[in-house]
């Protein structure tokens, strides 16, 4: 009996607060918290660059206390990562839910046509950008990028095998800008399942190169399989430390420096849901800087050699436009756009 | 010799109360998460990866590894007591545990089938004590061509398996490969066979398949029979291990052979799953019993379980020493492996000894405590099979339905789970056979890839298969493999089976 008075109590008390935040919009700026658990979607599958760092952030939330509710941290890769995206786009009115994205969130509508874009999704913030580096074996010993691309220059249509992550996402659209500096030589790009096996598979010689994500290859750099000849960014790595005998991120060179003139970086990037209010996105924001403090991120984002740069508000949805833009024109210069657009 | 200095070391740093107690939480959960089908041993370890990271990495290592165990015998008690699968490997374990189960030999079956886990993940761990460096070698040779090589193998040792019709068989395996295609296509980026419904893009999931096709197929087969859970008969002997056990030691071989495979099958990495089908299939093939798999032999079951398991452990191995994970757990692993600070590749041998050797000796430990565990369990777990069928029956309905949901979060997958229910008790009503379907369906995604990639590599030479003595030995075999039911049919004698069902 006094448990249904006392529900009937609080219920009576939350219509009243609705009400009265309903009536009175902006008048109290009570700060909004999340009221039960944030599911944290991955558009991909375990074990990923995606998956490692939601799950990273998902502990650094709870070692650090950031956030009273719980995480629950689920995978939703299906159709490359559509499957992800398109329950966002459904569940708009629910502020409890957030994404990280990968190139996907660009590659997977323009390649495969699945109904989604950014704009479906609020905006949280750019937590970092992944870098893409090029790979060849060791063994092969290219003196630099230009070596190398002269190489292919010099080969056979084709007979240059680039392996790398997926089809038509950010692997192949940076092979696709690669053949514009080729001469028309083509590269024979061969699709795998993960970045890490990739990387073993051009340790084994089964591919001459791959443009896989520092963190995919630096094991096999450390072991002196694999040498890193570019890196795609408009400036070199800002870590100094040393990560092999006698080299460190930052001792590799741009790829425009050596002659190869293409820059590519994948957003890691958080989403909420479409309905989101203002001060639920400036909720999820604070959050992430919180996480971003960490002496653990900082040491994870050096680990991974990211491009530590954070963007909210109007200037990451400017980043946001140009960047999907970038990707329609590489992508139909490619031809990997979906039949129906 | 080196490695046993250095292994003693590693038992130095295991052998702790706190780590013998996470190893003993791991063990349970990971039987826990063995046995609800669909949440499998990778969503388990990724789930608490998280609570981990307070930890020191051996211990955390030592605990996820534990779930990785535990969900590696778990998945064997569905199999045997309800024809469902807990586990994607432990698919195979089906065919004669069920059969046992409904003979009134649950706890043999079990008995067996944790033993024989057992004997393939210790085989494992010692061929990664001693091997280690040799085998990580070995692996890097492994191209697309060499992979679809192995697969083709698989597909070719479980030719000809099916008692029924060959063409029913055909089109069994067809139809798997007809439901793998559906999704993503891997190779182009594109959306197949779709249909322009969302739902489809995920493909249809093997988990949610399998655990209609078996589970809710079976509990459609019992109520037509009666509702009576044939297995009723079970009754609790309590010397059930040692009555087990005295069969083991005449199955030598097919212990042997399913180390081996599974072992290879780790490495390669082609995962548990092939790899028990491969052992049972093998099996079914070379031994002297064979021709009475899928009735309820012990061998059937000792076969798989084996195989599954010594694959799971020498999946650790490539991960590692390369950094490539060979199942998906082991995937899980590795993103943890990187957030407590280790590089796995080839120098974390050299450079992290102390946590690569803590680890190598809490396989061998945490294989030790998970035995006793599950075999402590094993009337435990018999007993069920004594709850009347018209109160179990709505509660395996119940943890089906939960498991397909797991799998994706979906519910589409629920109604999916149905239909291949139904799917099922029609497959088995006009004696088509479950096993090709499930084994196209299971690895009919990446045999496809593998092909294909070897045939963007030789530009469409299909002799690339052959273009080296280790995709060509693999090929050669299988294709001697996949023609050998022929052969035997046109040279050899009739088996009994063939007389008993006159095509």
């Known amino acids: 009996m006094i448990g249904k008075s006392l529900r009937k109590t609080a219920i009576a008390l939350a219509a009243g607060a609705a009400m009265l935040t309903a009536f009175a919009p902006g008048a109290a700026r009570a700060e909004w918290a999340p009221t039960k658990a944030v599911t944290f979607i991955i558009p991909a599958g375990t074990g990923g660059g995606a998956d490692q760092m939601a799950r990273f952030i998902q502990g650094v939330i709870q070692k650090n206390n950031l956030l009273d509710k719980p995480v629950v941290v689920i995978n939703k890769g299906g159709g490359a990562g559509a499957e992800g995206f398109i329950e966002m786009k459904g569940s708009a009115k629910d502020p409890h839910k957030i994404i990280i994205t990968l190139s996907n969130l660009f590659t997977t509508p323009l390649g495969t046509g699945a109904p989604f874009s950014w704009k479906d999704m609020k905006p949280v913030a750019m937590l970092a950008l992944d870098q893409f580096i090029l790979w060849t074996n060791a063994e092969k010993n290219y003196a630099d990028a230009k070596a190398y691309i002269d190489a292919v220059k010099a080969g056979t249509d084709r007979q240059f095998k680039m392996g790398?992550?997926?089809?038509?996402?950010?692997?192949?659209?940076?092979?696709?800008?690669?053949?514009?500096?080729?001469?028309g030589k083509k590269f024979t790009y061969v699709p795998y399942d993960g970045g890490g096996k990739v990387a073993v598979q051009l340790v084994g010689g089964h591919i001459d190169s791959s443009v896989n994500n520092p963190i995919e290859a630096v094991a096999q750099w450390r072991g002196k399989q694999l040498k890193p000849l570019c890196i795609f960014d408009s400036k070199r790595s800002t870590y100094t430390e040393k990560v092999t005998d006698d080299m460190a991120w930052s001792d590799i060179p741009t790829c425009t420096e050596a002659g190869l003139p293409v820059e590519y970086q994948m957003l890691r990037g958080i989403f909420t849901t479409a309905g989101a209010t203002d001060e639920q996105v400036a909720f999820y924001v604070d959050l992430f800087k919180k996480v971003l403090a960490t002496e653990d991120w900082k040491e994870f984002m050096k680990k991974g050699a990211f491009n530590q740069t954070f963007m909210s508000g109007a200037e990451f949805d400017k980043?946001?436009?140009?960047?999907?833009a970038k990707h329609k024109e590489l992508m139909q210069g490619a031809g990997f756009l979906a039949a129906a657009q | 010799m080196e490695e046993i200095g250095s292994l003693l070391g590693g038992f130095a740093v295991a052998i702790s109360p706190y780590n013998i107690a996470l190893m003993v939480v791991g063990i349970v959960l990971g039987v826990v998460i063995g046995v609800l089908p669909g949440l499998g041993g990778a969503n388990g370890v990724a789930i608490l990866l998280p609570l981990t990271f307070g930890m020191d990495p051996t211990s955390a290592i030592i605990m996820l590894t534990s779930i990785y165990w535990?969900?590696?015998?778990?998945?064997?008690?569905?199999?045997?007591?309800?024809n469902i699968p807990g586990e994607p490997w432990s698919v195979a374990t089906t065919f004669d545990g069920h059969p046992m189960a409904q003979k009134g030999k649950a706890d043999e079956a079990l008995v067996g089938a944790f033993t024989s886990s057992f004997v393939g993940a210790i085989f494992a761990v010692i061929l990664i004590t001693f091997l280690a460096p040799v085998i990580a070698k070995f692996a890097l040779r492994f191209g697309p061509a060499e992979f679809f090589a192995v697969q083709f193998l698989t597909f070719a040792s479980f030719l000809g398996m099916g008692r029924g019709s060959p063409m029913k068989t055909l089109a069994s395996m067809c139809l798997g490969f007809a439901l793998a295609s559906v999704g993503l296509d891997g190779v182009t980026g594109t959306l197949r066979l779709t249909f322009g419904h969302d739902e489809l893009m995920n493909g249809f999931k093997f988990l949610v398949a399998v655990i209609g096709l078996f589970g809710i197929g079976e509990i459609l087969s019992s109520m037509e029979e009666g509702l009576a859970f044939r297995g009723a008969a079970a009754k609790l002997k309590m010397d059930a291990v040692i009555r087990t056990w005295k069969q083991l030691p005449s199955m030598a071989v097919t212990f042997l052979r399913s180390c081996i495979v599974g072992c290879w099958?780790?490495?390669?990495?082609?995962?548990?799953?092939?790899?028990?089908?491969?052992?049972?299939?093998?099996?079914?093939?070379?031994?002297?019993?064979g021709r009475f798999f899928g009735k309820g032999e012990l061998e059937g079951v000792v076969a798989p379980e084996t195989a599954a398991h010594a694959a799971g452990t020498a999946a650790m191995l490539p991960m590692l020493t390369l950094g490539i994970p060979g199942s998906p757990t082991a995937a899980v692993l590795l993103g943890g492996l990187l957030i407590w600070g280790l590089q796995p590749g080839p120098l974390l041998f050299v450079e992290q000894k102390e946590f690569v050797w803590g680890l190598i000796a809490?396989?061998?430990?945490?294989?030790?405590?998970?035995?006793?565990?599950?075999?402590?369990?094993?009337?435990?777990?018999?007993?069920?099979?004594?709850?009347?069928?018209?109160?179990?029956?709505?509660?395996i309905v119940v943890v089906c339905a939960i498991g397909a949901y797991t799998v994706n979060n979906a519910m589409f997958d629920v109604w999916m789970m149905l239909v291949f229910g139904v799917l099922g008790y029609l497959f088995t009503k006009l004696g088509y056979p479950l096993p090709p379907l499930v084994l196209a369906l299971v690895l009919g995604d990446q045999a496809e890839s593998s092909f294909r990639q070897?045939?963007?590599?030789?530009?469409?030479?299909?002799?690339?298969?052959?273009?080296?003595?280790?995709?060509?030995?693999i090929m050669t075999l299988g294709v001697a493999l996949a023609l050998w039911p022929l052969v035997s049919m046109l040279f050899g004698k009739k088996d009994d089976d063939a007389v008993a069902n006159p095509a």
């Open chain 1, 164 to 183: 790398g992550t997926g089809s038509k996402q950010e692997d192949q659209i940076i092979t696709a800008a690669i053949e514009k500096q080729t001469d």
């Open chain 1, 319 to 324: 980043w946001l436009t140009d960047t999907e």
């Open chain 2, 70 to 82: 535990g969900a590696l015998f778990g998945g064997a008690i569905t199999a045997v007591l309800f």
């Open chain 2, 265 to 289: 099958m780790g490495i390669t990495p082609g995962g548990a799953t092939p790899a028990s089908f491969m052992g049972y299939g093998l099996a079914k093939r070379f031994s002297k019993r």
């Open chain 2, 362 to 395: 809490s396989m061998y430990m945490g294989n030790v405590v998970g035995l006793v565990i599950v075999l402590t369990c094993v009337p435990l777990f018999a007993a069920i099979l004594r709850v009347p069928f018209s109160i179990i029956a709505p509660a």
């Open chain 2, 454 to 473: 070897a045939m963007l590599t030789s530009q469409g030479d299909v002799t690339v298969f052959w273009h080296n003595w280790l995709s060509g030995g």
